[in-house]
C-alpha cells in the first residue's frame, strides 16, 4: 500500500505536470554562425527550453557577473527558430506590431540610481544613434537576411593566372607570378552595407549602453555574454529599428564578434597552422609564417590604422593599458595565450603594426624536436640526464639563439624532464610556457601603468621567488637585472635553474650576459653548466631550427670565461655531434655520486631508448609524453 509520503510524491508530481503544461517547450534556435564557439555549444547542449506563453513584452535581463551565457540565455525569452523562416522583413513587423509596443525611447531609464554625468551622456548619445537607424535611407530591408540565413557572407578572392599549391580548410594557397612569396588566401566575411551600418550602430550603442566597464570582467566569455545580451536587449526594446526578430541571434553575435573578436584577422587566428601573424601597417597585405609554407603573403588587408588601432585598442583595454602617441608599444597575451606586440605611430613611423606568435595548444615535445631533426635522440637522451641531474645535481641551462629561433619552445621542451616532486617558478615577460606538471607556479611581469608607478620586473618577481622554496626557477627570457639576481642564486646553491639569452654563439651569450643592461659579474657565470645555441637556419627544403652547440663554461681566468665545446653541429650530416672534450659536468656528477662512465653511459642510453619507444609508437602529445618520462622517476625510487 502507498505510504502517505508515496501519495504526497504523486500529488507532487502531478502539480509539476499541471505547471509545466503551461510552458510551451520550443526547439532551441540552432545557430550555425554563432560566432564563438561557447554560444554554439550552448545552443547545441540545450536542445530544449520552456518558455513562458506570455509571449511577451520585453524581457529584461539584468546580467549579473557571475552568470555564465548558459544561464542567461536560459532566462532570456527565446523565439522558434525550429520552423521554417520568413524571408519577408514586413512579416516579422506584423509579428511584433501585434505584440505590446516598445520603444528606443523604453532604453532610456538609468540602470544605476546614482548615474554619473557620463553615464547619462553615454545613454542620449546611444539613444541618438539607435534613433538614427530608423528611416535611414541607406539600409535596404533585403540586405538585412544573411543570404544563407546564418552567417555574414565570406568572399573568397579570385586571382586570375595563380595556381593553387595547396588547399586545406577555406585556405588555399597559391604561387604568384609577380612575386616570389607564396600568397596565403582565405574567405573573409564581409557585411554588407545595410548590414555593416546596423551591426557598427548596435556596437556604439551597446558600449555605450553596458553600465559597468566590462573589460573589468576578466573572463572573456562572461564578458561576450554582456554583451550578447544588451544587444538582444536593445533590439527588442528598440522596435523602430525593424529587425526581423528571427535575426536577432544574428545581429547580437555579429555584434559581440566585432566588440570582443580580432575581426578580419579571425580567420587566421584560427588556423593552427600559422605560427606568426604579422600586420605591417595599412594598405599593406597581412603576411603569416605558415608552419609548412613559410613566409606568406594574405588577401587580408586594413586600408587605415583606425582598423589596426582597433585591435590594438581592444587588447590594450583587456589587460588595463593604454596605448598612444605618449605609450607606443605594447606587450601582452590574448585570452588564447598568444603573444602580441603592437607598435603605434610614432614608433612605427609608417602606421600601427601587430606581432602576434600563436599559442600552440598542443605544445611541441622532445619527440617533436627529434622528429624535426632540431637534435637527435642521443643528445635528446643527454639532456633529459643533465636537467634531471642523474639523481644528484640538476643542471643550471641556458638556451640561445635570436629571434624565433625556438629557445622558449626547447625551453618548454627540457622543463618537461623536471621530476614532479620539484617545486617549478616560472617568471616571464609574457607567459608562454606551458607545461603540464601540477606543482608549478607562474609568474608574470607588468611593465609601469600610466603614472610610471606598478612595475613588476622580473628582477622583482625573480628576487620574490627566492623567498619561495624554489627547487627549479625558470626565467622565460633574461634581459635585464633579473640576470644578476638568477646567477647569485646558481652560484648559491640554487640548481636546475633555466632560461633563454637573445644571442647566437656560446661567446656572445657571455658578452651579453657581462655587458649593460645585465652585468652579471663575470665570475659568477661559472654558475652555468650548459649553454645551448639553437639556430633558425635557412636550407633548401625551407627553414628549419636546429640546436648548433652545446658548451660549458670551463672556468674564469682574469675574469675571462673559458668555454668548452661538447656537442658542435656539423653542416654536411646535418647532425649535432660530440666533440673530443671531456665533460666537466659528468666529473662533477662522478664525484656527487657512486657513478662511473660505465653507469652514466648505460643511463643515457636507457633513456634513449625510452624515447626511441615513443618515436615508435608515435607517442608524441606532450601529456602523454610527460607521463612516460615521470614513469622513470617513479621507478628509480
Ligand atoms: N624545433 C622547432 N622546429 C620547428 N618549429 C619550431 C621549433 N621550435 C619552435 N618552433 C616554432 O617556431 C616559432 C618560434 O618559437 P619560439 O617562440 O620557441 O622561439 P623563440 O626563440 O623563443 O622566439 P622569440 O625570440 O621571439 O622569443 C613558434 O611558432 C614555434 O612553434
Ligand atoms: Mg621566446
Known sequence: MASYLDELIVKYSDDKKKVSSKEKLIEKPVLNNSPTSEIKKVFTEKKKIPVQDNNHKKNTISTPSSQNLDDLLLKHKIVDFSSPQPKNVFKEKEIISSQPKTSIEDLNKPTDAFESNTQVKNREDALSKLKSLENNKDINPDELQPKNDTIIEAQEETIEGA????????????????????????PVPKPNPSQKIIINTLKEATTRLV?????????????????????????????????????????????????TGYGII???????????????????????????????????????????????????????????????????????????????????????????????????????????????????????????????????????????????????????FIPESDRILTIEDTAELNLPIKHVIRFEGRPPGLEGKGELSLEILTKNTLRMRPDRIIVGEIRHKEATTLFTAMNT?????????????????????????????????????????????????????????????????????????????????????????PIMYLDIIKTYTNLNDADIKKKISDRAQILQNLIDKKIRVIHDVSKEIQKEYIIKR
Not at 164 to 183: F, G, P, T
Not at 212 to 239: C, F, G
Open 163 to 186: 595556381t593553387v599549391i595547396a588547399k586545406y580548410n577555406k585556405v588555399k594557397i597559391y604561387r604568384l607570378d609577380s612575386q616570389s612569396l607564396l600568397h596565403y588566401s582565405v
Open 211 to 259: 553600465s559597468s566597464d566590462p573589460y573589468k570582467i576578466k573572463d572573456h566569455l562572461q564578458r561576450k555574454n554582456i554583451y550578447y545580451q544588451k544587444v538582444l536587449d536593445i533590439l527588442e526594446t528598440a522596435q523602430e529599428i525593424n529587425i526581423p526578430k528571427h535575426l536577432y541571434p544574428f545581429y547580437a553575435d555579429a555584434v559581440v564578434k566585432e566588440m
Open 266 to 416: 579571425e580567420p587566421l587566428l584560427d588556423d593552427d597552422k600559422l605560427e606568426e601573424i604579422m600586420i605591417v601597417g595599412p594598405k599593406k597585405p597581412v603576411y603569416v609564417y605558415h608552419i609548412d609554407y613559410g613566409m606568406m603573403t594574405t588577401n587580408i588587408m586594413f586600408y587605415s590604422d583606425d582598423g589596426i588601432n582597433d585591435i590594438i585598442d581592444k587588447i590594450a583595454r583587456s589587460i588595463g593599458r593604454n596605448v598612444d602617441i605618449a605609450n607606443p608599444l605594447l606587450d601582452a597575451r590574448l585570452p588564447d595565450g598568444s603573444r602580441v606586440n603592437a607598435t603605434v605611430p610614432p614608433a612605427s613611423i609608417d602606421g600601427s603594426t601587430i606581432t602576434i606568435r600563436k599559442f600552440r595548444e598542443d605544445p611541441y615535445t622532445i619527440i617533436d624536436l627529434i622528429n624535426f631533426k632540431t637534435l637527435n635522440l642521443e643528445v635528446a637522451s643527454f639532456l633529459w640526464c643533465v636537467v634531471e641531474g642523474f639523481g644528484a645535481k640538476p643542471s643550471n641551462i641556458l638556451i640561445s639563439g635570436g629571434t624565433g629561433s625556438g629557445k622558449t619552445t626547447t625551453l618548454n621542451v627540457l622543463a618537461n
Open 493 to 581: 646553491g640554487h640548481d636546475g635553474c633555466m632560461g633563454t639569452v637573445h644571442a647566437n654563439s656560446a661567446k656572445e651569450t657571455i658578452v651579453r650576459l657581462t655587458s649593460p643592461p645585465m652585468n652579471v659579474p663575470p665570475l659568477m657565470l661559472a654558475g652555468i653548466d650548459f649553454i645551448i645555441i639553437q639556430k633558425r637556419l635557412r636550407t633548401a627544403k625551407g627553414q628549419v631550427r636546429r640546436i648548433t652547440a652545446i658548451a660549458e663554461i670551463k672556468g674564469v681566468l682574469d675574469g675571462d670565461p673559458k668555454i668548452n665545446m661538447v656537442f658542435a653541429w656539423n653542416p654536411q650530416t646535418d647532425m649535432l655531434e660530440r666533440t673530443s672534450n
